[in-house]
């Protein structure tokens, strides 16, 4: 499966992508913006792709540059729950370099038509750290709203950060200014 914009497209993750994975999870920053406090070896990287591609209640995807074809982030789409039309979703740009450029915000724009018109579900939620601003600035100019605070949820570079609960309705994705 493969969405396309203007400068990215967004592909299933394949075993391939597992160096690129175990890399980018390198990555100091990212590592704090997103909460993640384990290492992965490579091979944990490449089981993780082949569970997923195995579970039918979950899309991932990796986030490419169209000019090149350079995996700059992954994203997911897990937990579809069809009865109740709704889904969890996670994005992770593959370098702190790489954000503030209008990639994430493309290809969040690429999930939120797949997850409305395609999947036809009424609601995508995610949980972002409160230290995540930038992160927190891009879910809302796509339409994301703050629904709830996990208080002093995460402890990490010793300090405490809230979980911050987002989501954005299909009817807020109809209603959005374009």
């Not at 700059?72 to 897990?78: A, K």
């Not at 995610?126 to 600035?137: A, T």
């Not at 995460?154 to 987002?166: G, H, P, R, T, V």
Request: overall charge negative.
């Amino acid at each position: 499966m493969k969405l396309e914009s203007e400068r990215i497209y967004l592909r299933s993750l394949c075993s391939l992508d597992a160096p690129i994975m175990y890399e980018n999870s390198l990555d100091e920053e990212i590592r704090y913006m997103t909460g993640t406090k384990l290492n992965f070896s490579l091979e944990q990287i490449k089981a993780h792709i082949e569970n997923i591609n195995n579970d039918s209640s979950r899309y991932d995807f990796a986030i490419c540059l169209k000019d090149t074809d350079e995996m700059i982030g992954e994203l997911s789409i897990s937990e579809i729950d069809k009865e109740n039309k709704k889904a969890g979703f996670r994005i992770s740009m593959a370098s702190i370099l790489l954000t503030g450029k209008g990639y994430g915000t493309e290809a969040i724009n690429l999930v939120l038509s797949f997850v409305f018109e395609q999947l036809q579900l009424n609601r995508l939620q995610l949980e972002v750290f409160s230290h995540n601003l930038r992160g927190i600035r891009a879910y809302e100019k796509v339409g994301f709203k703050k629904e709830g605070i996990l208080r002093q949820s995460l402890y990490y570079n010793d300090a405490y950060s809230d979980e911050i609960i987002m989501a954005v309705l299909k009817s807020d994705y109809d209603n959005r200014s374009l």
